[in-house]
């Protein structure tokens, strides 16, 4: 369990602020998912966004860490899209100064640039675009498209069939619709989806998406994504150096172009297919890995099977100078 307590402040070195507010609310410590929930619910999102990669830096490779960042971007997901059924939208530059207008029934559509812009849609085929920074969207309608282009922005879904796109900078998108479709090409996005047969898709670097659901497709072309899926039937795929992929899920499929990755496959069956050189590779019960290397005329691939060749599960391996599977660590030996 990924438990936060005063120990885990005092390494990390928090301010004094965010001390005390942690031993008033979690005087025995908390899960993560719980205090970052909390956070977000008090209205301190800096510190949850630090909450955020602290996390990523310390359990991506735990199973129940995809679980926890679901749960907490379900909670964003809820915030979002669960207000009175309005629309609120800033006519100045001043946060939170807004007009608000009646939502259409079935169709709605609302475009808008202004920055700070915040809206929450029920409509069942409604159509959302924004271009504006700092933008706070919600959706709980079926077959919605939301759109948005500018840096800080927060979406949230609940409904089916949802299509969401992101184009700015330390964007957060919250799915837990079945089968959205998610796509980001801004550096440091977070993206969490909870729901099954999701499709997602980033292109920026420092990328961080977590998935629970099953048969869910995630892609990703930047450097130094995180990825965590614990779904089974997952499929994942990465192009860039640099990056660290967990997934948990049984008959998952991970492949990866980039150079200097991790992957951990823990699911039963699961496959990793690579292209790039890896920094180590982990897999479960029943599981393969296909790693290339220059044997000096040519690329040859070496391959590990769970169960031969002293190939064991939960275990990281890498490449030696032989082109030998060994023991993270002993490579030089």
């Given at each position: 369990?990924?438990?936060?307590?005063?120990?885990?402040?005092?390494?990390?070195?928090?301010?004094?602020?965010?001390?005390?507010?942690?031993?008033?609310?979690?005087?025995?410590?908390?899960?993560?998912?719980?205090?970052?929930?909390?956070?977000?619910?008090?209205?301190?999102?800096?510190?949850?966004?630090?909450?955020?990669?602290?996390?990523?830096?310390?359990?991506?490779?735990?199973?129940?860490?995809?679980?926890?960042?679901?749960?907490?971007?379900?909670?964003?997901?809820?915030?979002?899209?669960?207000?009175?059924?309005?629309?609120?939208?800033?006519?100045?530059?001043?946060?939170?100064?807004?007009?608000?207008?009646?939502?259409?029934?079935?169709?709605?559509?609302?475009?808008?640039?202004?920055?700070?812009?915040?809206?929450?849609?029920?409509?069942?085929?409604?159509?959302?675009?924004?271009?504006?920074?700092?933008?706070?969207?919600?959706?709980?309608?079926?077959?919605?498209?939301?759109?948005?282009?500018?840096?800080?922005?927060?979406?949230?879904?609940?409904?089916?069939?949802?299509?969401?796109?992101?184009?700015?900078?330390?964007?957060?998108?919250?799915?837990?619709?079945?089968?959205?479709?998610v796509g980001c090409v801004g550096h440091d996005v977070r993206i969490g989806s909870s729901g099954e047969r999701a499709r997602i898709a980033t292109a920026g670097n420092s990328a961080k998406v977590s998935s629970s659901g099953r048969g869910v497709k995630i892609g990703s072309a930047g450097m130094r994504a995180r990825i965590s899926s614990v779904g089974d039937g997952s499929k994942v795929a990465s192009a860039g150096d640099l990056s660290h992929i967990s997934s948990f899920g049984a008959e998952a499929r991970v492949v990866s172009a980039g150079n200097d990755v991790r992957i951990v496959a823990m699911g039963p069956d699961a496959l990793i297919a690579c292209a790039g050189s890896v920094d180590y590779v982990v897999l479960g019960k029943g599981g393969c890995a296909s790693i290339p290397y220059f044997d000096g005329k040519r690329i040859r691939f070496a391959v590990a099977y769970e169960g031969e060749g002293n190939i064991k599960a939960g275990v990281r391996y890498c490449l030696n100078h032989q082109h030998q599977f060994v023991e993270w660590g002993n490579e030089t030996r």
């Open positions: 369990m990924m438990l936060i307590t005063r120990k885990e402040l005092r390494a990390w070195h928090t301010g004094p602020n965010i001390y005390r507010w942690f031993l008033r609310n979690f005087p025995e410590g908390g899960r993560y998912a719980d205090v970052h929930n909390a956070l977000i619910r008090h209205g301190y999102v800096d510190w949850a966004t630090s909450l955020v990669e602290y996390a990523y830096s310390l359990w991506l490779e735990k199973e129940n860490f995809a679980l926890q960042e679901t749960d907490a971007t379900d909670l964003l997901a809820d915030v979002l899209s669960h207000r009175p059924m309005t629309m609120a939208i800033q006519q100045s530059s001043a946060p939170h100064e807004f007009k608000t207008v009646s939502t259409n029934q079935y169709a709605g559509r609302q475009a808008s640039g202004a920055d700070y812009f915040s809206i929450m849609n029920i409509d069942n085929s409604s159509q959302i675009s924004n271009s504006g920074d700092e933008a706070r969207i919600g959706s709980t309608g079926s077959s919605v498209r939301i759109a948005s282009a500018g840096v800080n922005s927060q979406i949230g879904s609940c409904g089916e069939y949802g299509w969401i796109s992101s184009a700015g900078y330390s964007s957060q998108v919250a799915s837990c619709g079945y089968g959205a479709r």
